[in-house]
């Protein structure tokens, strides 16, 4: 018999995949721990929570790149997962150990924590390889019998028509291999964008910038789905450095010393 728990993580996998194929374009507001997933999931129009690897690290105190074991990792998500309704994706940055196989135990370990998607960065590996770890994710999730969404990372550098042409070779194969959705990370330029989309005709993963188109244009622009990697993180350290600075210098206390992420009622 299916436990409340599988049941509860098929679902949310089956609503996480559709949200990538709305008409709307699929809003994340990256997150690092439990505070910031609350309040991001408590606005209104939220419908998805992901995680954001350089955050966590941050928050431990050390640089991204797997520097944060995969243990411990996995239990900052097991934590948001639990503290919110909404579907979580996790960033599980290259996917964790050397071989494909890693990659599926990865996603194994994922999917108790209650993630029904993760970006898995192809770190520029040769593209038969980087798509067997991609495909060792999508294996592990159908063979949990669970609608998982990988979302490739394209690390490789996307402006010149060279790059582009590889960029699409790339993401064909990686969805070939399985992956939902292509997070071509390093595209800046708009038309660029637009030109990867089309020719990938596949949901597809925009990065948020500053300076870079807003939401509604990468929506017009055929994107799925956008995050913002660090950037809410950096938001918040960011005002809180204002309002530190604030009040060291002899302000008074603002509104926004009043605000408290939602917790649960006792």
């Known amino acids: 018999m299916t436990s409340s728990h599988e049941q509860a993580v098929y679902e949310q996998a089956q609503t996480l995949h559709r949200l990538h194929h709305d008409p709307a374009i699929l809003v994340l507001v990256n997150v690092w721990d439990v505070a910031s997933a609350r309040t991001v999931a408590a606005l209104p129009g939220c419908r998805a929570i992901a995680t954001a690897s350089w955050s966590i690290a941050a928050a431990h105190g050390v640089p991204d790149g797997e520097r944060v074991s995969r243990d411990e990792m996995l239990a900052v998500v097991a934590r948001i997962t639990a503290a919110v309704d909404l579907p979580v994706t996790a960033d599980l940055e290259t996917g964790y150990g050397a071989t494909a196989r890693d990659v599926g135990e990865t996603i194994a370990r994922a999917l108790d924590a209650g993630v029904v998607g993760a970006n898995i960065e192809d770190a520029n590996r040769p593209v038969e390889e980087a798509g067997a770890r991609s495909g060792a994710a999508r294996e592990r999730a159908d063979a949990e019998g669970i609608p998982f969404v990988v979302n490739a990372r394209l690390d490789m550098p996307i402006g010149t028509t060279s790059e582009v042409e590889e960029a699409v070779v790339r993401a064909r194969a990686y969805l070939d291999a ?36 807003s939401v509604a244009e990468l929506e017009a622009l055929g994107v799925a789905r956008v995050s913002f990697g660090p950037g809410p993180m950096g938001a918040a350290m960011a005002a809180l450095g204002r309002t530190g600075q604030m009040l060291l210098a002899g302000g008074a206390a603002d509104a926004d010393l009043g605000f408290r992420p939602p917790v649960p009622q006792a």
């Open 178 to 213: 399985g992956a939902d959705c292509i997070y071509p990370i390093s595209i800046d330029d708009a038309a660029v964008l637009e030109d990867v989309v089309a020719r990938i005709a596949a949901p597809v993963n925009a990065y948020g910038r500053p300076g870079g188109p």
